[in-house]
């Protein structure tokens, strides 16, 4: 097949564009040996039993198939004025829960070609306005963000930095 995306959320399922499936990585719908690349971008660091996933991934890959996922890597380091970790702030309990560096591939992809690691800091900078809608919709947050907004701004302007990661598993 072509591409087709997968994901859980009715709401992003209506956002894409092109064929879609709704359903969950660790049981994908697709014949084994279906694809030549699968590509995850910030979502590999939050399934549950990703060893489970993995298996799915090596299932649907055809020989020498890979995997291209981006992980998120969180706030740069010794960010100054920066709304990110504020941001993880506010989600208090939960941003604790999210797995903010990198898994152990070595371990995770045993027996596949793995790296390198390329660095990425992705510079969301504006006015908070601009920046706010942006890290809620990505955490479907309902948080009122006026705390925040006071402690982050400066003259209107928030800076916001979070490193992720691009890596490449092949089979």
Do not use: K
């Not at 209107?156 to 990661?165: D, E, F, K, M």
């Amino acid at each position: 097949p072509g591409a087709i995306g997968v994901d859980l959320s009715p709401h992003e399922l209506a956002l894409a564009r092109g064929p879609v499936v709704r359903a969950r990585a660790q049981a994908l719908p697709f014949a084994d040996r279906s694809f030549d690349v699968v590509t995850c971008h910030l979502a590999l660091m939050l399934f549950d039993d990703l060893a489970r996933v993995v298996q799915e991934l090596d299932r649907v890959l055809v020989p020498g198939g890979s995997v291209l996922a981006v992980i998120g890597g969180g706030p740069v380091a010794d960010p100054i004025d920066d709304v990110f970790p504020g941001f993880l702030d506010l989600l208090g309990e939960r941003a604790n829960v999210l797995p903010l560096e990198r898994p152990d591939w070595s371990t995770l992809f045993a027996g596949w070609s793995v790296g390198p690691w390329e660095r990425h800091e992705l510079v969301l900078d504006g006015t908070f306005d601009e920046v706010w809608p942006f890290l809620a919709a990505c955490y479907e947050l309902p948080a009122d963000p006026e705390p925040l907004r006071a402690e982050v701004c400066f003259e209107g302007y928030a800076r916001c930095r979070a490193v992720t990661w691009l890596v490449r598993a092949t089979r």
